[in-house]
């Protein structure tokens, strides 16, 4: 049974830096993972952030960049808003289905 | 736009079945492979299936595998999740949502706003 790992929770003070991790199970995460990364606000659905580990959508603020760090994905904020404050969740293939982790609750404070 | 509008949602019994629709619109529809996402209440994200732009290729999550089955009707930009057996822990607000492109291996660009099913007797 293969488990996608975030850190359950982080805090981050407004105009800092704070990066969010995704680890799989299954071994060190690269590309082939895909990994993604999505914002989810309260009573909200879901907004697309990161795809293939490091490209923004068109809508994504500058601020957020990802990259792979070690054997995990990673999604960074720098400048940190308050507006920022939300849950994040990291999405990876594996080869055929996809995976979400357990999700971030970013608070900022 | 790109909106996706899903329904069909609602309270269903244990073991019964129930089919969600998810109206696409403002894009080529057939262009595009389609997932469906769902989410228990209070709970983190669940991917569930997807399907490619054609319906060639479906995958799924081990969770709905031989209960769920997810499918498409392209003529009529219309997605849908057949879901057989449901089970109280089906109970989630589920998101159809589309893929950056027309193959099931392209990851979630946009969401619908969910629609709630409810497995209770």
């Known amino acids: 049974q293969t488990v996608v790992t975030q850190e359950p929770s982080l805090t981050v003070s407004p105009g800092g830096t704070v990066t969010l991790t995704c680890a799989s199970s299954t071994g060190a995460v690269t590309n082939n993972y895909y990994p993604n990364w999505f914002q989810q606000k309260p009573g909200q659905a879901p907004r697309a952030l990161i795809y293939s580990t490091s490209n923004r959508h068109s809508w994504t603020p500058a601020r957020f960049s990802g990259s792979l760090l070690g054997a995990k994905a990673a999604l960074t904020l720098s400048g940190v808003q308050p507006e920022d404050e939300a849950e994040f969740y990291c999405?990876?293939?594996?080869?055929?289905?996809?995976?979400f982790g357990g999700g971030t609750k970013l608070t900022v404070l | 736009q790109v909106q996706l509008v899903e329904s069909g949602g609602g309270v269903v019994q244990p073991g019964r079945s129930l089919r969600l629709p998810c109206a696409a619109s403002?894009?080529?529809?057939?262009?595009?492979?389609m997932h469906w996402v769902r989410q228990a209440p209070g709970k983190g994200l669940e991917w569930v299936a997807v399907?490619?732009?054609?319906?060639?290729?479906?995958y799924y999550a081990d969770s709905v595998k031989g209960r769920f089955t997810i499918s498409r009707d392209n003529s009529k930009n219309t997605l849908f999740l057949q879901m057989n057996s449901l089970r109280p822990e089906d109970t989630a607000v589920y998101y159809c949502?589309?893929?950056?492109?027309?193959?099931?291996?392209?990851?979630?660009?946009?969401w619908g706003q969910g629609s709630l099913v409810t497995v209770s007797s």
């Open positions: 949502a589309r893929a950056r492109s027309f193959g099931a291996a392209n990851s979630i660009d946009y």
């Open positions: 999405l990876l293939y594996h080869g055929g289905t996809w995976m």
């Open positions: 399907i490619s732009y054609d319906g060639s290729d479906k």
């Open positions: 403002g894009f080529t529809f057939t262009n595009y492979a």
